[in-house]
């Protein structure tokens, strides 16, 4: 695709997990071979230093095939290629069409990192035509998390009873460009005093998490929570469970079995993620605060051990009021990533 910069600077680019040799052909048509953008997470993880904010970019030798941007992209085959480099990062701060691919690469579900060439003015016409590129605006990319959160509406309610809760609704949220979704469970009696708005509502933000919540998995304590959220939120007369579609800290299913996978190879759940580039935790809150503002609430008592959680949602200006604590015992499968969250992520057990 192209990104561009209000029409004065623009990019090819690919996502660096999708790369084929056809994409590298065509990108050195352009003008490449051009660069490999990862993240400062990723650079760190191979001991690239980190002169430039935001992303790093490293120079493609000449004729270098898929399997080498994919061998510094992804982690998964750091035990296959472990010498990797000497690299000679550029010192110069890449341009912010540059950057934009990185994220949108992890927008999208992908390794945040991508091959990229500048393109001149002159030429990205006849570019765009030739090889049926779409065109994204840097712009547009750096502001969907917040478009998407500000264009979240409030789609349909239908009653769903539940095993450990009968009175039960889920309303569906989706934004203007069709999705994600989220969605939101509101438990007990809706004309009782347990769901008045503007609150305070007892409420769980939970975060999506396919192993856990719909297969039990024992790697993490995610179906013990939803489910003894529901519970709970039904022993104290009613309240609303958010359900976000923000898988594996928000850096989606993919990645997350990919972080499980360096997990075997003796990495913690945080360390995990940043090996592949991200953050430690990509979640957004935003969102979450949109869906109760929607549902009229302003108020919550938050079911979490997360004090993250309550300052985002704050910050998001939704009053928290109370935190309640929200634990369950560990298992042997689990026991290490619970002790990370503690350790590492101030999570509160």
């Known amino acids: 695709m192209l990104i561009r910069d209000s029409g004065r600077l623009a990019s090819l680019a690919a996502a660096a997990e999708t790369t084929e ?21 990723r650079a760190a993880t191979l001991k690239i230093p980190l002169y430039t904010e935001e992303a790093i970019a490293l120079p493609l030798p000449l004729n270098s095939g898929a399997e080498y941007v994919r061998a510094i992209a992804d982690p998964a085959t750091d035990l296959d290629y472990p010498l990797k480099g000497p690299f000679n990062p550029g010192r110069s701060q890449p341009d912010v069409t540059a950057v934009a691919a990185v994220k949108l690469a992890k927008l999208s579900g992908l390794l945040p ?22 065109v994204v605006e840097v712009s547009d990319i750096n502001g969907y998390p917040d478009l998407a959160a500000e264009t979240l509406r409030l789609l349909l309610r239908a009653r769903v009873p539940l095993k450990s809760a009968e009175r039960a609704e889920i309303a569906a949220f989706r934004p203007a460009d069709g999705g994600p979704e989220h969605y939101a469970i509101l438990i007990g009696d809706k004309s009782g005093p347990a769901l008045a708005p503007p609150g305070p509502v007892l409420t769980r933000v939970h975060s999506e998490c396919f192993t856990g919540d719909l297969l039990s998995s024992l790697k993490c304590d995610c179906g013990d929570q939803l489910r003894g959220a529901i519970s709970a939120i039904e022993a104290g007369g009613g309240g609303v469970l958010l359900y976000l579609a923000q898988e594996g800290r928000g850096i989606g299913l993919m990645n997350k079995l990919r972080a499980y996978r360096l997990q075997d190879e003796g990495f913690d759940t945080l360390e995990a993620n940043t090996r592949l580039g991200f953050a430690e935790d990509e979640r957004l809150y935003d969102i979450a605060a949109k869906m109760l503002q929607l549902l009229g609430y302003r108020k919550v008592r938050l079911l979490t051990n997360n004090p993250q959680k309550v300052a985002a949602l704050r910050q998001a200006g939704i009053d928290v009021t109370e935190r309640v604590s929200h634990s369950f015992p560990d298992n042997a499968h689990n026991r290490e990533y619970l002790r990370t969250k503690a350790l590492k992520a101030g999570h509160l057990f």
Not at 24 to 31: F, H, K, N, T, W
Not at 116 to 133: F, G, K, S
Request: with cysteine.
């Open 21 to 41: 040799a056809d994409t590298l052909d065509g990108i050195s048509a352009c003008g490449g071979p051009g660069w490999l953008l990862i993240t400062h997470d």
């Open 113 to 134: 990192a991508a091959v990229v060439v500048p393109i001149a003015v002159r030429e990205r016409e006849q570019a765009v035509n030739e090889m049926l590129l779409t």
